[in-house]
């Protein structure tokens, strides 16, 4: 009989995040590509002048002071990626589960920043996007 392999790695491929969308909590799922293991995984839940408040996991809070914030659009590697360095605010539990911290972008007009609000602009209600954090 084979026996069951425990999971081995130290820093988990697949995310997933309960957001509130409503009246009920959506499951939100941030495949890592294979070049960002190590990366924070996250959801750009808002956008602000100059800013984001990015959702990340209950064991996974952002603590280093900056960031380069890469935009995941799809879930294969090849897909091309969407960039920011950004500054961290402040960092505070969520009031579901993980951390949300707010970070400031350190470039007007950074290709992240544009993306990121030409999508929440035409996306109607909730709407957030998938993106994986470098401490820098």
Not at 5 to 27: K, T
Not at 73 to 80: A, F, N, R, T
Request: aromatic share 8%.
């Amino acid at each position: 009989m084979a026996a069951i392999g425990i999971e081995q790695r130290l820093h988990r491929r697949v995310e997933c995040f309960l957001v509130q969308a409503e009246q009920e909590q959506l499951p939100v799922w941030v495949f890592k590509p294979d070049d960002a293991v190590e990366a924070h995984a996250g959801l750009v839940l808002n956008l602000s002048d100059g800013g984001l408040q990015v959702l990340t996991g209950t064991d996974d809070p952002l603590t280093a002071d900056t960031y380069d914030v890469q935009l995941l659009l799809g879930e294969d590697d090849s897909v091309p990626r969407f960039r920011g360095r950004a500054t961290r605010v402040w960092t505070r539990p969520s009031s579901t589960t993980g951390y949300l911290s707010g970070l400031h972008f350190d470039e007007r007009a950074s290709s992240a920043e544009d993306f990121i609000r030409s999508y929440l602009g035409s996306a109607g209600g909730s709407a957030w996007v998938r993106c994986v954090l470098f401490p820098t």
